[in-house]
């Protein structure tokens, strides 16, 4: 089984090392990290891109593209969210060497119960797979 460890919003990259061995010190090596922002002043989730390659020194690393477009509480009474960052940091988590991609992908994203500012459109769902393969095999 594998385990997936969200990194908090509050935590470094750093300080991820220590939930990495936790895991493997109960015996299952299976283990990776998912990268979705920290916490930047008031409702506002930023991803330090630097954050990946850091992780990637311990385990394997998801980039959460969803909740990387968060802006928390930023809606009011809900979350809020910039959508219209996706793509680029996409690409941006690809090019940083990333090992997987997380979204949340809604076809009426305004209608979306959770996360409605920030789930992918499915229309959009192939065009961005096929920018960040591309990436990805230039990294690679």
């Known amino acids: 089984v ?8 509050f935590a470094s990259p750093w300080e991820m090392r ?3 061995e936790k895991v493997r010190g109960a015996g299952n090596d299976r283990v990776f990290l998912t990268e979705r922002g920290s916490s930047f002043g008031y409702n506002n989730l930023v991803v330090d ?19 990387s477009m968060q802006l928390p509480g930023g809606a009011g009474s809900t979350t809020g969210g910039m959508r219209e960052f996706g793509e680029m940091l996409a690409r941006a988590a690809t090019a940083a ?3 997987g991609l997380f979204l949340e ?4 994203p305004e209608a979306a119960l959770s996360d409605a500012s920030t789930q992918w459109p499915l229309e959009k769902l192939a065009p961005l797979l096929e920018q960040v393969m591309a990436i990805r095999a230039v990294v690679k």
């Open 49 to 67: 891109m630097r954050s990946l390659q850091v992780m990637r020194e311990f385990a394997p690393v998801v980039f959460d593209l969803t909740h």
């Open 97 to 99: 060497g990333i090992d």
């Open 105 to 108: 992908v809604h076809d009426n």
């Open 2 to 9: 594998a385990v997936n460890v969200k990194k908090g919003q």
């Open 18 to 20: 220590h939930a990495v």
